[in-house]
């Protein structure tokens, strides 16, 4: 199985769509979208595929985001949810919440989604991997990562 996992769109639709058009090529199972959206017409370019998103500290509008979600039947997590793919645990969090962060890894998750630094990075805690996917918003690299979750392979994308 394969996850698209992007972040930190701040509003930015065309680079959203220009994103999706990529993501779209590659085929995956699901997306994941660690927050930030900014607006809830932010959703369309998610709908019509297996996706999930979470607030971020730039989301101001959750109720409209949460409606916006539901009526295009993208699952919602809040500010912080965890959702089981193909037996693996993955907990999905914009990352300005450090004791949520340590909630989660406290939980023992397989993965640990998070964006809000515009930094993408992949590193291990204990038996947890964390993944930041980068920005598509104010960042040098424009970046999401596709997850493969049979191989645990990770691939960088960047959108002009």
């Not at 994103?19 to 085929?27: F, G, H, P, T």
């Not at 932010?42 to 985001?65: I, K, Q, T, W």
């Not at 291990?124 to 991997?129: D, E, L, M, V």
């Not at 930041?132 to 990562?145: C, D, H, Q, S």
Request: hydrophobic share 40%; glycine share 12%.
């Amino acid at each position: 199985m394969h996850i698209a996992i992007l972040s930190d769109t701040h509003d930015d639709l065309q680079r959203l769509e220009r994103a999706m058009v990529l993501i779209d090529a590659l085929k995956p199972d699901a997306v994941i979208h660690c927050g930030d959206l900014c607006g809830p017409h932010m959703l369309a370019p998610l709908g019509g595929r297996r996706a999930s998103f979470v607030f971020g500290n730039n989301d101001y509008e959750e109720a409209a985001l949460r409606k916006e979600g539901q009526r295009l039947g993208i699952e919602c997590l809040g500010h912080g949810g965890q959702i089981t793919l193909e037996g693996k645990t993955i907990g999905v969090m914009h990352g300005h919440d450090f004791r949520a962060r340590e909630k989660m890894l406290a939980a023992g998750v397989d993965y640990l989604l998070s964006g809000h630094t515009h930094a993408r990075h992949d590193t291990r805690i204990g038996a947890t991997r964390l993944i930041n996917p980068g920005a598509l918003y104010r960042a040098k690299e424009k970046t999401f990562v596709v997850l493969n979750l049979a191989t645990d392979g990770l691939t960088v994308h960047q959108v002009g």
